[in-house]
C-alpha cells in the first residue's frame, strides 16, 4: 500500500511506524551515560519523552531505570511504542497522546524533558513554554539528535541522495540548528551542546528501510522506484560483505530550568 504521510507535522509519519521503528537508529551510549551524569537522573527520575514516536528514546532512559512518559500525537506511531512494551524485560515506558506546546501533563510533573529527533517538528517559543512549565525548577531539557556526519564518504553519497528527495533540504537544515534555541531562551539557563559518534551497520534492505521511514522520501509511484534504484546504486557502490555503515554524530543540547531561590521558595511570613 502506498504511504502518503500529512502535511502537518503531527501526520507526516502516519503509515510509516513499522518502518521507522525497524529501521532508525538508536542512541549511543556515551549520550545516555554523559546525560544522566550531568543531569543527575537516577533510577525512579521522571522524564517526559516528547515526540516520543515508536518509543526508540523513551526505552533506552527505561532500561536505566528512569519513570518514562512519552508524549506523542501520531496515533499509528503512539501504537508501535506500545506494542514493543511486551518484549521489555524491565520498567516500562508509558505513553500518552499529546503535543509538545499542550502535553496535558501536570506542572512540575517531570525531573526533565526530552525531544529526541523531534524538536525540530515543533512551535520553539510555545513548545519550550511548555517544557518550562511541566519540568520541576532546576530540571532540565534535553534535545538530541542523531545527524549524519559528511565526513564518511559513504554517509556523504547518502546524504546527497537523500537530499534531492522534496522538502528535505527544507527540513534537514534547519533541524541542525533547531537546538541552538536553548542558547538563546529566557526560560532556561546553562546552555550547552555536547557531541557523541554513533554508526548505523545496514543491509541493502534496511538502508531502504532507513531511507523509506523519513517523511520527505517519495512513497509512491514511479519517484518512490527511482529511489530506491539510486539508493540500490549508492549500496553497491560502498558495500562490504553485503552491508554498509552510516556514520552519525549525535548531538545532545543540555539546558535547566532556574532553580527556586531560598526567598521564593519560603513563604514570607505576615
Known amino acids: 500500500m502506498a504511504v502518503t504521510p500529512g502535511s502537518q507535522p503531527t501526520e507526516r509519519f502516519t503509515g510509516l511506524a513499522e518502518i521507522y521503528a525497524r529501521c532508525r537508529p538508536s542512541y549511543p551510549v556515551a549520550a545516555i ?23 526508540i528514546s523513551s526505552r533506552v532512559f527505561a532500561a536505566r531505570g528512569l ?34 506546546e499542550a502535553t496535558g501533563l501536570p506542572e512540575a510533573k517531570a525531573d ?30 534535553i534535545l538530541m539528535w542523531n545527524e549524519r556526519d559528511p565526513s564518511d564518504p559513504f554517509t556523504a553519497a547518502y546524504g546527497a541522495l537523500i537530499r534531492s528527495a522534496p522538502e528535505a533540504a527544507a527540513i534537514e537544515v534547519p533541524r541542525g540548528r533547531a537546538g541552538e534555541v536553548l542558547f538563546t531562551s529566557p526560560l532556561f539557563e546553562g546552555a550547552e551542546r555536547q557531541v557523541f559518534v554513533n554508526s548505523q551497520e545496514l543491509d541493502l534492505d534496511a538502508l531502504l ?18 529511489f530506491a534504484a539510486a539508493l540500490q546504486e549508492v549500496f553497491e557502490c560502498f558495500e562490504r560483505n553485503g552491508r554498509v555503515v552510516l ?5 545532545v543540547y543540555l539546558a535547566h530550568r532556574p532553580a527556586l531561590t531560598s526567598a521564593a521558595a519560603t513563604p514570607t511570613a505576615l
Open 33 to 55: 551515560d554523559a546525560i544522566l551524569s550531568r543531569t543527575n537522573l537516577r533510577p525512579g527520575s521522571v522524564l517526559v519523552d516528547v515526540g516520543s514516536g515508536t518509543g
Open 209 to 226: 528501510g532507513r531511507a523509506f521511514s523519513a517523511s520527505y522520501a517519495p512513497h509512491s509511484g514511479e519517484a518512490a522506484q527511482l
Open 112 to 141: 526533565a524533558v526530552l525531544a529526541a529527533q523531534a524538536f525540530h517538528w515543533f512551535e520553539p517559543a510555545a513548545a519550550l513554554t511548555e517544557f518550562h512549565r511541566i519540568v520541576r525548577p532546576g530540571g532540565w531539557v
Open 67 to 100: 519513570s518514562v512518559i512519552g508524549i506523542e500525537p501520531n496515533a499509528d506511531m503512539r501504537q508501535q511504542a506500545e506494542a514493543a512494551l511486551a518484549d521489555l524485560p524491565g520498567p516500562k515506558p508509558v505513553y500518552r497522546a499529546g503535543q509538545a
Open 247 to 251: 556514520h552519525y554524530e549525535t548531538s
